[in-house]
């Protein structure tokens, strides 16, 4: 057979590149009732992750994932979920094979309708891809053709077998670990692969260890310690973990006003404070614990005040408005996170604010389960004009600003 050309010189500077996931397996090894790449960690399945990963990847146009024919089910409702944000990246899943190897090459011939020049292979259980690797991927893939990530080795590593009882020393500096995505110009990987198929070779657990067998030469580009495969419940329990532990941070923003009626009382942040007027409202009407509740809704993205309480609910009717905000707090809370810091600004003309604002913080303070110092209030007129400056009404904004587990989301 000719070989195929494939230099850097026939590949365009910014190839076409798919990446196709090899999802098939049952990862028994891995414990659980699912294939280990539907199994979560820090809720999210591997799969979903590893698939999020490569999206992240600015030069990768599209991705073909293959599945077991048994775990359709559990394709479909990752792929819903990762279509409804990213349309055209994700191509309909191809069915693998009785092998990886077999997997693949039902991979390769699905993207071969519509074929990329460049294409990466990759291993679902390895989740933690960066897209700089993916990158270092394509690139190597351009200019060699085929290419495979490999990481320095840092344990010593002893050739068993060899006669003497401990064997001997590998030299370190030449070992690499050899990782996915591999990356070739899809049309050399795909001949290896029906090469390889039509000799009735059907075991190579590797496409780097089949292009070599098919006389391709494989560069070795820099891989990442953090691309791990995750295969045993060890590696899943370490990886959840390690998830849960990274954090973002989130702000979210709220506004409320309600108007003026008959009343000697308003309520700020819990706190009743002498008026000549009442406030209008179907609960106790409190502005700033309004405004602070939808800061944190929306830091949350969890909808609004509205939305959990809505005022048409006889429930709510006069209700205290510290349990609104309790509420917010014990989502925020389930959800994993921490209040960082709440700010807010009362808006009015009277009552004058000032003398409350060490009540009002602490009362904040106190429902938030977080330090006075994490609570700012302050307070302005506006200059007579608008509706509150007529002494209409009264409004609040606040700002919440979260830590929240990185995983539980995105
Ligand atoms: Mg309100």
């Not at 990466?120 to 990158?135: M, Q």
């Not at 921490?338 to 000032?354: F, K, N, Q, Y």
């Not at 110092?373 to 606040?398: D, M, N, P």
Request: aromatic share 4%; with cysteine; proline share 5%.
């Amino acid at each position: 057979m000719a070989p195929i050309s494939s230099t850097a010189h026939s590949i365009s500077p910014v190839a076409k590149a798919a990446a196709l996931v090899v999802a098939a397996g049952r990862g028994l090894r891995a414990g659980g009732e699912l294939p280990k790449q539907y199994q979560h960690i820090a809720g999210m399945s591997v799969l979903e992750r590893a698939i999020r990963a490569l999206r992240e990847a600015p030069n990768l146009a599209s991705a073909i994932v293959v599945i077991h024919p048994e775990d359709r089910e559990h394709y479909e409702a990752i792929a819903a979920r990762i279509c409804e944000t990213a349309d055209g990246f994700l191509l309909p899943p191809a069915v693998g094979g009785p092998t990886r190897q077999a997997s693949v090459r039902a991979g390769l011939e699905a993207l071969a309708k519509a074929p990329p020049e460049i294409v990466l292979i990759h291993d679902a259980a390895r989740p933690f891809l960066s897209k700089t690797l993916v990158e270092r991927a394509i690139e190597a893939a351009r200019v060699h053709g085929a290419a495979v990530p490999g990481v320095p080795v840092n344990d010593t590593i002893r050739q068993l077998s060899t006669g003497r009882a401990y064997g001997e020393t590998l030299p370190r500096d030449s070992l690499r670990a050899i990782q996915t995505p591999q990356a070739f110009t899809f049309a050399k990987i795909r001949d290896a692969h029906a090469r390889a198929a039509a000799a009735g070779l059907e075991t190579f657990t590797d496409d780097g260890g089949l292009a070599e067998w098919a006389g391709i030469e494989v560069h070795v580009f820099e891989g990442e310690a953090e691309n791990t495969k995750l295969s045993l419940p060890a590696d899943f329990a370490r990886a959840d973990q390690q998830l849960r532990s990274q954090t973002e941070t989130r702000t979210g923003l709220g506004y409320d006003v309600h108007a003026f009626g008959e009343g000697d009382f308003v309520m700020l942040g819990g706190i009743k404070i002498a008026h000549t007027q009442g406030i209008i409202a179907h609960s106790d009407g409190d502005v700033l614990l309004h405004a602070l509740t939808d800061a944190l809704l929306g830091a949350l993205g969890d909808g609004d005040i509205g939305m959990h309480f809505p005022p048409s609910d006889p429930r709510w009717r006069d209700a205290a408005s510290r349990l609104f905000f309790e509420e917010a707090v014990a989502r925020a809370r389930k959800r994993g996170g921490r209040i960082l810091h709440l700010d807010a600004t009362v808006i009015c003309e009277a009552p004058r604010i000032g003398i409350h604002r060490d009540a009002i913080r602490a009362s904040i303070a106190a429902i938030a389960g977080i330090g006075e110092g994490r609570v700012s209030v302050k307070a302005t007129t506006s200059e007579r004009l608008g509706f509150t400056g007529r002494g209409e009404g009264i409004a609040a904004q606040a700002i919440a600003t979260l830590e929240l587990p990185f995983a539980e989301h995105g």
